[in-house]
C-alpha cells in the first residue's frame, strides 16, 4: 500500500521507501498491529539553498521544528528571508536585517551591537544550523550575514527546542554550504557615508569525485558612519567542507571567524527642556577614543545519515570563543541652557565561551492511510562567561561642552573603577544543560496534522561574584510541554492553534541568600496560513498572547538587597505578513505588527520599562521588481518602507512615529556583471529610532545616504 499524501507537497516530499516493521518500538507503544505499508522520507531534507531557488521565500524551515516543516505545517510564526532579500536591501548583519522584517524591532546602536527584540522580548541566542550560542548587543555578539544563505525567524517561545531563551522566539541562521558545481563572486562597494566593502565567496569540489566540496567567503566592511567619528570596521572569514563519507553520510565541517572595531556611539542626550533635540543630527556625544573590540570564533561539525528505512540522523555540535573590550564615554547627564553636561563612562572586558550539542533521529511512518513523523533527541550546552566591568557617572569631573567631550582626554575606566572599588564588579556565570525532547506529527486525517511534544531538562546555574567573594549555584528539572493544530482548509489556506512554554533561570539573589526560581513564560497562538502560486507566496496573519512570570522583583521595603519572583507581564497582539513572489520577476515582503503589553506586577524600571519602547504599530514593506523584457530588461528596481507609531522610555524621554522610505535600482550588464544602487532614507527623514534616558540611548534615525556595489561572477 502507497501513501497518499495530506496535500501535493507532501506527496512530492516522499522519495524513499520504509516498511513499518522497521518500527517495532512504536508498533507496541500504540499497541496497534500493522501490516508492512510503503511509507517514504521527508524530501525536504534535500530543500535547495535559496541562493540556489532565488526570490524571496522557501517553502520550509528548522526554526522551532528541529526537522525540516514547511512553513504551513508549524503552528508558531516565522518569517525567512532569503539571500536574494537580503543583498537587494543591502544587509550585512542581523540587526540590519531586524530592521526591515516584519515583527522584530530593533533598538538601534552600533550595527553589530543593537538590541533585537520580537514580542516584546530581546532574543538573546542566536543559532547556526540549529545549534545556539548567547547573542548579548553589549557584547557585540550580534552575528553579521556573510556566511549564511538565509535567516529563519520564530516569534514566540519555543521551549521544546530552546527551552532556556527568551520569549521572543528563536534565530536561526543556515549557513552557506558547498556546492557541487564551481561557483564564485566578488564584491564592492563604496557609500556616501563612508561605507566600504570588499567581499569574495568561493564554493566547488575538492576531487575530482565532488566527494568533497569546500566554501570560502571573506568579507571586511566599513559601514556607515550614522554621526560623525562613528568609525564601525568588521571583518568576517567562513570556510566550509562537506565530506560525502558515502551514498547515506555527510560529514559537514565550518569555521566562522568575526572581527569588530567600532568608535562607539550611545547617543544623545536630551535638552534643558528633556525634550529630544533635532539639531545636527550627526553630533557625537563622545571621545574620539572611544573604542569597542571583540573577536569571535565558532567551529561547527555535524554528521547526518539517511537511513535504508527513511529516517534521518544528525549528530552536530558548535564552540563558540568569544572575548570584546570596550571602553568610552557619553552624556552624563541633560544638556543645560548652555549646552553643557556631566560624562559618564563605561568599561568591560568579556570572555564567554559557548558548547553545543545535538543528537536526533526523524522518520516519517504510516497511520490510518496518512504520513506521520516523529523526531527524538537529546541536546547540550554550556554557557560560561566572565565579565569584569567598571562604570562612572563623572569622568571628567565637571560640566562640559560638547567638543570638549570629543576631545577629552584618555581614561582606562575599568582600571579606574577596579583601583577605587567604586562602580567596579566582576562576575562569572554558568549556565549548562541537558535536555531529552520528542515530537509528534500525527496525521489521523488527511487535511488535519496533530503536534505534540514534551521536553525535560536539567539546569545547573551558577554565580561567582568575584567582588564580593561569593557564589550561589542552583539545579532544578523542568518539564516543558509543547501542542500544535494544523487543519488544512482548501488547498492554499491552513487554519493553527498553538501552546508553548520556556524557562530561563536567573542570577539575582532572593531573601535568604539563594539564586531565585527562573522566570517562566508561556504562549497561545491561533492563526491562518496561506501559499501561492506553487508555494511561491506565503502569507499569515495570527494573533498571540504571553505570560511572563517570576521576574526579579525589588520588594517595597527600602534598601532591601535582595529579589523577589514576581513580574509578571501579558504581551498580545496580532501579526499580518506576505512574503514571496507574485510572478517571476515581482518579489515582496510586507508586514504589519500590533503589539499591546502590560506589566501585571512590576520588576524593576530598567526590565519593565523596555516594553514602552514597543510601538503599537510597525509596518514593513519592500518589494522589488525585475525587467527582462524590452528596452528596460536586465534592470531591477526595489523599494520600502519602514514605519511605527509612537514609542517612550521609562525616563519619560517620548519619540513620535515615523516612516522612513528606501529604494534601490540594479542593472545586469553581463551575466557576469551587475551593478546595484541602494538609497537609504530616501526623503532624508528627521527621526529618532530609539530614546533612553534624559542623558543616553537616544538615537538619531540615519540621515539619507547611497551605497553604490558592483559584482562579478565567476
Not at 496497534?32 to 517553502?59: F, W
Not at 521544546?160 to 549557513?175: A, D, P, Q, W, Y
Not at 561574584?465 to 501542542?483: H, I
Request: net charge negative; hydrophobic share 35%; charged share 25%.
Amino acid at each position: 500500500m502507497t501513501v497518499s499524501s495530506p496535500r501535493q507537497g507532501w506527496s512530492a516530499a516522499l522519495g524513499v521507501g520504509l516498511s513499518i516493521a522497521a518500527l517495532p518500538v512504536y508498533a507496541q507503544a500504540t499497541n496497534a498491529e500493522l501490516e508492512t505499508l510503503t511509507v517514504t522520507g521527508n524530501r525536504l531534507y534535500e530543500m535547495l539553498p535559496s541562493e540556489t531557488t532565488g526570490g524571496y521565500s522557501v517553502d520550509s524551515a528548522t526554526v522551532g521544528t528541529k526537522t525540516p516543516a514547511a512553513l504551513r505545517d508549524i503552528p508558531q510564526s516565522i518569517s525567512v528571508v532569503t539571500r536574494d532579500a537580503i543583498e537587494d536591501q543591502n544587509l550585512r548583519t542581523l540587526d540590519e536585517l531586524g530592521r526591515r522584517t516584519p515583527g522584530m524591532r530593533v533598538l538601534s546602536n552600533d550595527n553589530g551591537r543593537s538590541s533585537i527584540y520580537a514580542r516584546g522580548y530581546e532574543y538573546d541566542e542566536a543559532n547556526i544550523d540549529g545549534l545556539p550560542a548567547p547573542m548579548t548587543s553589549i557584547n557585540g555578539s550580534v552575528p553579521s550575514l556573510a556566511a549564511f544563505d538565509r535567516v529563519e525567524i520564530m516569534r514566540g517561545p519555543s521551549g521544546l527546542f530552546n527551552s532556556t531563551s527568551e520569549m521572543g522566539g528563536i534565530v536561526n541562521l543556515v549557513r552557506k554550504r558547498p556546492t557541487y558545481d564551481f561557483q564564485g563572486h566578488t564584491t564592492g562597494s563604496i557609500g556616501t557615508r563612508g561605507e566600504r566593502r570588499l567581499a569574495t565567496d568561493l564554493s566547488g569540489p575538492i576531487d575530482a569525485e565532488g566527494r568533497i566540496r569546500g566554501r570560502l567567503v571573506v568579507d571586511r566592511t566599513e559601514h556607515a558612519e550614522l554621526v560623525d567619528h562613528n568609525d564601525n570596521e568588521q571583518n568576517d572569514f567562513y570556510a566550509a567542507l562537506d565530506i560525502d563519507l558515502d551514498e547515506s553520510t555527510t560529514l559537514g565541517l565550518g569555521f566562522l571567524r568575526n572581527t569588530k572595531d567600532i568608535v562607539v556611539n550611545n547617543g544623545q542626550p536630551v535638552g534643558s527642556d528633556g525634550e529630544l533635540r533635532y539639531g545636527r543630527r550627526t553630533a557625537f556625544y563622545g571621545a574620539d577614543w572611544n573604542d569597542f573590540e571583540s573577536r569571535s570564533n565558532d567551529w561547527i561539525a555535524e554528521l547526518t545519515h539517511r537511513f535504508d528505512n527513511g529516517g534521518y540522523g544528525r549528530l552536530a555540535a558548535r564552540y563558540s570563543d568569544r572575548n570584546a573590550r570596550y571602553n568610552y564615554v557619553f552624556g552624563g547627564s541633560a544638556l543645560d541652557d548652555d549646552d553643557t553636561m556631566a560624562v559618564a563612562g563605561t568599561g568591560s572586558r568579556v570572555d564567554q565561551r559557548a558548547l553545543s550539542v545535538d543528537a536526533s533521529y526523524s522518520q516519517p511512518f504510516e497511520v490510518l492511510g496518512n504520513v506521520s513523523e516523529f523526531v527524538v533527541g537529546t541536546d547540550y550546552k554550556r554557557y560560561d562567561t566572565e565579565i569584569a566591568s567598571g562604570r562612572s557617572r563623572d569622568v571628567a569631573g565637571e560640566r562640559v561642552t560638547l567638543e570638549a567631550l570629543n576631545d577629552l582626554a584618555y581614561v582606562d575606566i575599568l582600571d579606574v573603577a577596579r583601583a577605587s572599588g567604586r562602580g567596579y564588579s566582576h562576575t562569572e556565570t554558568r549556565l549548562e544543560e541537558t535536555g531529552l525532547y520528542a515530537k509528534l506529527t500525527l496525521r489521523p486525517w488527511q487535511p488535519l496534522a496533530l503536534i505534540v511534544g514534551s521536553r525535560l531538562s536539567h539546569y545547573d546555574v551558577a554565580l561567582d561574584d568575584k567582588t564580593e567573594g561569593s557564589r550561589q549555584t542552583r539545579s532544578d528539572n523542568e518539564l516543558t510541554p509543547y501542542a500544535g493544530v494544523v487543519l488544512d482548509l482548501d488547498a492554499h489556506h491552513s487554519l493553527y492553534a498553538s501552546y508553548s512554554q520556556v524557562f530561563k533561570p536567573q542570577t539575582e539573589y532572593g531573601e535568604d541568600g539563594d539564586l531565585i526560581e527562573p522566570r517562566e513564560g508561556e504562549q497561545y497562538e491561533v492563526g491562518v496560513k496561506g501559499s501561492y502560486f506553487g508555494g511561491d507566496l506565503n502569507a499569515r496573519i495570527s494573533a498571540f498572547r504571553l505570560y511572563d512570570e517570576n521576574r526579579a522583583a525589588t520588594p517595597d521595603d527600602t534598601g532591601a538587597s535582595y529579589v523577589v519572583p514576581v513580574g509578571k507581564m501579558r504581551i498580545q497582539g496580532a501579526e499580518l505578513e506576505v512574503t514571496g513572489s507574485l510572478t517571476d520577476q515581482w518579489e515582496l515582503i510586507a508586514g504589519y505588527t500590533y503589539l499591546e503589553t502590560e506589566v501585571q506586577d512590576a520588576s524593576t524600571t530598567r526590565d519593565d520599562g523596555v516594553f514602552l519602547l514597543m510601538p503599537k504599530n510597525t509596518l514593513n514593506l519592500w518589494t522589488q521588481y525585475a525587467f527582462t523584457q524590452g528596452a528596460l530588461a536586465g534592470v531591477h528596481v526595489g523599494g520600502g518602507m519602514t514605519a511605527m507609531s509612537d514609542f517612550n522610555s521609562s525616563n519619560a524621554v517620548e519619540a513620535p512615529g515615523y516612516a522612513v522610505v528606501d529604494a534601490m535600482i540594479g542593472y545586469d550588464f553581463s551575466s557576469e556583471v551587475s551593478g546595484q544602487l541602494n538609497f537609504n532614507n530616501l526623503f532624508d527623514r528627521d527621526y529618532y529610532n530609539r530614546v533612553g534616558g534624559t542623558n543616553t540611548f537616544n538615537m538619531v534615525g540615519a540621515p539619507a545616504s547611497v551605497v553604490a556595489s558592483l559584482r562579478y561572477d565567476f
